[in-house]
Nanobody, 115 residues
Framework: QVQLVESGGGLVQAGGSLRLSCAAS????????MGWYRQAPGKQRVLVAY???????NYADSVKGRFTISRDNGKNTMYLQMNSLKPEDTAVYYC?????????RGQGTQVTVSS
């Protein structure tokens, strides 16, 4: 069973950048669509970006033009490059399949953007 581990979060000032990584314990090729989700305190988890095995991507309007999702099936890793960060991007970020599956849920990585 594939396990996903997120990393790369941290504290950054508004306008800064972070790169999140999602490392898989096994092949992610079997997961056709992978995505990055985020959950802010007191709010529901939302999908911010996803990528297919074929490389097609899609972004939530709130991050479009600022975030870039990518995946390297050879390295069993997915990434989220986040630029021009805003305080409203503060959340715990999770990688998972799309749709979300509890079998892949990791601990997430905290992203905090200060104003």
């Amino acid at each position: 069973q594939v396990q996903l581990v997120e990393s790369g979060g941290g504290l950054v000032q508004a306008g800064g950048s972070l790169r999140l990584s999602c490392a898989a314990s096994g092949s992610i090729f079997s997961i056709d669509v992978m995505g990055w989700y985020r959950q802010a305190p007191g709010k529901q988890r939302v999908l911010v970006a996803y990528i297919t095995n074929g490389g097609s991507t899609n972004y939530a309007d709130s991050v479009k033009g600022r975030f870039t999702i990518s995946r390297d099936n050879g390295k069993n890793t997915m990434y989220l490059q986040m630029n021009s960060l805003k305080p409203e991007d503060t959340a715990v970020y999770y990688c998972n399949s799309v749709p979300f599956s509890s079998q892949y849920r990791g601990q997430g990585t905290q992203v905090t953007v200060s104003s």
